[in-house]
């Protein structure tokens, strides 16, 4: 069993920055890779960012790649992932979940999700 906690969303205008925050309990943080997904009203939910167990590796889509930066930080269970020059279209729930791939299919454990907003 894995819990996942996120925090750090918020409103912010175009073109700003927030830093979302996953603390990680229950199995060794470091035994699992981990990801970001988001949802957007009406949408399917959507990677926007995987790391390795070691943090060694990283992937992103188009969408985010340049602006979005996922880490993590092993010896106190966390994973963050930074997010400059926000677009109106990155609006969406922010998850935090355990595994790795670009569908949401391959995450099995999920935080609660938190609100991030960007006004035009």
């Known amino acids: 069993q894995v819990q996942l906690v996120e925090s750090g969303g918020g409103l912010v205008q175009a073109g700003g920055s927030l830093r979302l925050s996953c603390a990680a309990s229950?199995?060794?943080?470091?035994?699992?890779?981990m990801g970001w997904l988001r949802q957007a009203p009406g949408r399917e939910r959507e990677f926007v960012a995987t790391?390795?167990?070691?943090?060694?590796?990283?992937y992103y889509p188009d969408s985010v790649k340049g602006r979005f930066t996922i880490s993590r930080d092993n010896a106190k269970n966390t994973l963050a992932l930074q997010m400059n020059s926000l677009k109106p279209e990155d609006t969406a729930v922010y998850y935090c979940?355990?595994?790795?791939?670009?569908?949401?299919?391959?995450?099995?454990?999920w935080g609660q999700g938190t609100q991030v907003t960007v006004s035009s």
């Open positions: 979940a355990t595994g790795i791939g670009s569908s949401y299919y391959s995450y099995d454990y």
């Open positions: 229950g199995r060794p943080f470091s035994s699992y890779a």
């Open positions: 790391i390795s167990w070691s943090g060694a590796n990283t």
